[in-house]
C-alpha cells in the first residue's frame, strides 16, 4: 500500500485562507419549535443543505 503522507517540512507552505462574508442580524425566529429543527434559531443561518447549486434555476 502506498504512503500518501506528506513528510517534507510544511513550514514552506502558507496558512489556509478563510472567507466569511458578513452577516446582517435580522432576528431571531419565531417559531422556536421549527427553530429547534433546523438547528438554529437565527433565520438567516438556516441555510439547508439540497445536494446542489445554491442559485435559483
Known amino acids: 500500500m502506498k504512503d ?3 513528510k ?3 513550514d514552506m507552505f502558507p496558512i489556509a485562507m478563510a472567507y466569511v462574508p458578513w452577516q446582517q442580524f435580522k432576528g431571531i425566529s419565531d417559531n422556536l419549535e421549527e427553530a429547534y ?3 438554529t434559531v437565527f433565520p438567516e443561518l ?3 443543505f439540497t ?3 445554491c442559485c435559483n434555476r
Do not use: A, I, S
Request: charged share 40%; glycine share 14%; with cysteine.
Open 4 to 6: 500518501y503522507m506528506y
Open 8 to 10: 517534507d517540512n510544511c
Open 37 to 39: 429543527d433546523t438547528g
Open 46 to 48: 438556516d441555510k439547508p
Open 51 to 53: 445536494g446542489r447549486r
